[in-house]
């Protein structure tokens, strides 16, 4: 049994499109998605704020929490809850130069307006923040928007949602490039400074996920015990990179077992979940996949979890204390490895 309670997104079971082919896996509507989350375990969904409420940019203000309340009531009756709204913006042509550092004007409201439905829908949902991933804060031509503006811009923009709602939490998702070149904030760092900018700090975090901490070239782990320090870690979106290339989403552990051992010792460490925290499972299955496995790479990444929760049970600080004293790191690294490979 794990200790954990687990999310997942409906983006998380897809139809293998890439952006060199077509879907390979027949399309499963949210509500099929969402079912099956619930029979497999999972104790809150994660949403964007067009999986609540499809075609949201066309809806009046009305129609759209009347949706959010509907899915509410569908939530209930699995008995299973939302852990956060994240509104996509990376979609629409408007913000294709940025959403919160649109350079026009009425781009930026447009956006403002998707980001207080979001906290809407959220509220209705039963989540108490919302999930910014910046994917396309920054810029593909470098010169085309003033960088000093474009930050304060979006430091306004978190200011503009933080008054939306008086209690409402954000989390930034942050992530170096892709689909943007450079991104203003592509770091944990930035996300928590960016946090300290806004005129409530309390009310901002960060969401850190396992693969965007590689992308930056950083250490997942790293990323998340920053967070946890500050206590900042909202949330946490496991998965696994195989390297600095485009984002892979991979089943968690099946890159880099150490990292994932030390991700999950983290955690289980510092009372991760003791707050309400969910882990959420942001992995994709490879497009290879056969229509009766687009869900087997969340089962095994649920696994991998409990797998490693157990190593995390056998460690044996005494023993790498002991090591420390000595100044005996080799001992100590074969210590570790001896764990991982169940010698
Ligand atoms: C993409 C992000 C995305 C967010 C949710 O890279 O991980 O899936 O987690 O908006
Ligand atoms: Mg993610």
Excluded at 6 to 12: A, C, E, L, R, S
Aim: proline share 4%; charged share 25%; hydrophobic share 40%.
């Amino acid at each position: 049994m794990s200790r954990f309670k687990y999310t997942v997104g409906p983006w998380n079971v897809a139809e293998g499109v890439d952006v060199y082919g077509p879907p390979t896996r027949r399309v499963l509507t949210m509500h099929e998605k969402v079912e099956r989350f619930a029979a497999m375990g999972f104790s809150a969904i994660q949403f964007h704020d067009d999986d609540a409420v499809p075609d949201i940019a066309s809806k009046s203000v009305a129609q759209i929490e009347d949706e959010a309340h509907a899915l509410r009531e569908f939530l209930d009756g699995l008995g299973v809850g939302c852990e956060f709204v994240a509104p996509r913006l990376w979609f629409d042509p408007a913000f294709k130069d940025g959403a919160y550092t649109a350079p026009k004007r009425q781009n930026w409201e447009k956006a403002m307006w998707r980001s207080e439905r979001s906290i809407d829908i959220a509220r209705i949902l039963g989540a108490d923040f919302i999930v910014l991933w910046l994917a396309r804060e920054g810029t593909l031509c470098m010169e085309s928007k003033n960088p000093v503006t474009m930050i304060e811009q979006l430091r306004e923009s978190l200011d503009r949602m933080l008054a939306h709602d008086d209690s409402i939490r954000i989390a930034v998702e942050p992530k170096p490039n892709e689909p943007i070149d450079r991104s203003y904030a592509g770091t944990v760092g930035h996300a928590l400074a960016l946090g300290d900018l806004t005129q409530d700090p309390s009310r901002c975090g960060v969401l850190v996920e396992s693969a965007h901490s590689v992308l930056a070239g950083l250490d997942p782990t790293h990323d998340m015990a920053f967070a946890l320090a500050a206590g900042k870690l909202f949330s946490v979106h496991l998965n696994d990179q195989n390297g600095m290339k485009f984002d892979q989403d991979k089943i968690f552990g099946s890159e880099s077992l150490r990292s994932t051992f030390n991700q999950v010792k983290l955690l289980v460490d510092n009372g991760y979940g003791q707050r309400g925290e969910f882990i959420g499972l942001d992995v994709k299955a490879m497009r290879s996949s056969g229509d009766e496995f687009g869900f087997k790479h969340l089962e095994n990444s649920l696994r991998v979890v409990q797998l490693m929760e157990d190593k995390v049970d056998r460690f044996d600080q005494s023993v790498v204390d002991a090591f420390v004293a000595e100044e005996d790191y080799e001992g100590l690294e074969m210590y570790v490895l001896e764990l991982l490979l169940g010698s």
